[in-house]
């Protein structure tokens, strides 16, 4: 039966891909849902499927996978059924364009996935989590609402240039979130955005240098402790 349904809905989204574009829609073609079981156990019959997706929409922008997001609980997940699905997936897409993992995730996943030929990803993390006290460092995540940081004068990472580290200590910012000042929620904001972005920006010089492999090996070894 999931092989005829797998063939019914290749030829459900080609007709209706086509309609689409003969009234000059641009399409964002997504991989929908590719952890649950019929799609990993019959994926060579589904690989069919995305290529009549990309056949019909590639003439136009870049390609969603959605695996595991925040949604799904992707931190409680098996990450690695993450991997496997972006690994079985990124060799049928087109390498001209580029291609783009929804809703994931922490600093580790979009390191793991961008080894995995990934480009680009959103997701709330950095803004959800700083308005809870959460921040991201090189050495790990830290928790400011944690009685440690009451007196810590040291910025929330040491040699961060973003603006809350540039002027404002832990236990500031501490103290702001504790009295539920709107300004602890964004500085914290502030500091995991710049921290995603510069993080970004070492990825691609690390590409382009040729050295990804160690530098993501590193990166994991510094922000785990070891």
Do not use: W
């Not at 499927?49 to 136009?60: H, K, P, R, S, V």
């Not at 969603?64 to 060799?91: F, G, S």
């Not at 950095?126 to 944690?146: D, E, M, Q, V």
């Not at 995603?196 to 993501?216: C, L, P």
């Amino acid at each position: 039966i999931s092989k005829y349904l797998i063939h019914f809905i290749s030829l459900f989204l080609a007709k209706f891909f086509y309609l689409l574009r003969r009234y000059f829609v641009v399409i964002f073609c997504i991989i929908e849902k590719c952890i649950i079981p019929l799609i990993r156990t019959n994926f060579n019959s589904c690989s069919r499927c995305i290529i009549n997706m990309l056949e019909i929409t590639f003439g136009q922008r870049t390609l969603k996978i959605r695996v595991l997001t925040v949604k799904d609980n992707v931190a409680k997940a098996d990450a690695a059924a993450m991997y496997e699905v972006i690994e079985k997936t990124v060799p049928y897409l087109p390498v001209d364009k580029p291609t783009y993992l929804m809703g994931v995730g922490t600093p580790a996943n979009i390191l793991e996935a961008v080894e995995r030929g990934v480009d680009f990803f959103d997701c709330v993390y950095p803004s959800r989590n700083g308005r809870h006290g959460h921040a991201y460092t090189n050495h790990g995540k830290i928790n400011l609402f944690n009685a440690k940081y009451e007196l810590d004068e040291r910025p929330i990472e040491e040699g961060c240039q973003c603006p809350a580290c540039r002027t404002y200590s832990r236990a500031y910012i501490r103290h702001l979130l504790k009295a539920k000042e709107m300004l602890g929620m964004r500085l914290c904001v502030l500091h995991n955005l710049y921290f995603y972005n510069t993080m970004m920006e070492e990825i691609r010089e690390a590409i382009e240098a040729g050295r990804y492999k160690e530098y993501k090996e590193e990166k994991l070894a510094r922000m785990s402790g070891k």
